[in-house]
């Protein structure tokens, strides 16, 4: 496994796994999520965190965009612990409507969340339901997840628990 830093934006192994998976929407009752096949440049996400927040002033450093869901909202790596690989970031989703929240602690996680049968903008959005898994993204995550298979409630309760100053951090961005 490769294991990059936040300095650095190289695309880790399981997301481009990711990437290469087939996502359903199924008319609103599968996962509306769009996977990129590389993150977004530093422009491009200095550009979208600027518009987002309405501050030309700050940078899109902290953040790696991986994908989308249908109306533009982003999922993206926030690089908020310092020092550690990029697969030990949290998973972040930013609506094009304002919606945030914090998805999954790390990226190992966040596979476990796919694997239930749901995307970023489902979790932020509705919250956690019944799990609805899919089997090609459940094998998905066994080959490339390094943490145990959880509920998506337990991951997203304990990402936002500890990750809990997210929304507050963002609002201090917009003006």
Not at 21 to 49: K, L
Not at 73 to 86: H, S, T
Not at 119 to 142: I, K, N, R, T
Not at 152 to 157: D, H, K, L, T
Request: charged share 25%.
């Amino acid at each position: 496994m490769i294991e990059t830093t936040c300095e650095d934006r190289r695309f880790p192994p399981a997301l481009a796994a990711v990437a290469r998976a087939r996502f359903d929407y199924d008319e609103g009752r599968g996962i509306d999520f769009e996977p990129y096949d590389a993150f977004d440049s530093a422009e491009e996400t200095t550009d979208w965190i600027r518009q987002w927040t309405g501050n030309h002033e700050t940078d899109g450093d902290a953040y790696r965009v991986f994908g989308q869901d249908g109306t533009g909202g982003l999922a993206a790596v926030w690089c908020v612990r310092p020092g550690r690989p990029l697969v030990e970031q949290p998973v972040v989703f930013l609506g094009s409507e304002g919606e945030r929240g914090v998805i999954a602690g790390n990226l190992s996680d966040f596979l476990w969340v796919l694997a239930d049968g749901y995307g970023p903008a489902e979790v932020v959005m509705y919250g956690a339901g019944d799990a609805c898994p899919g089997a090609a993204l459940a094998a998905l995550a066994e080959e490339h997840a390094t943490t145990p298979r959880r509920s998506v409630r337990e991951i997203v309760a304990g990402a936002g628990e500890e990750f809990s100053s997210f929304s507050d951090d963002l609002d201090a961005l917009c003006r």
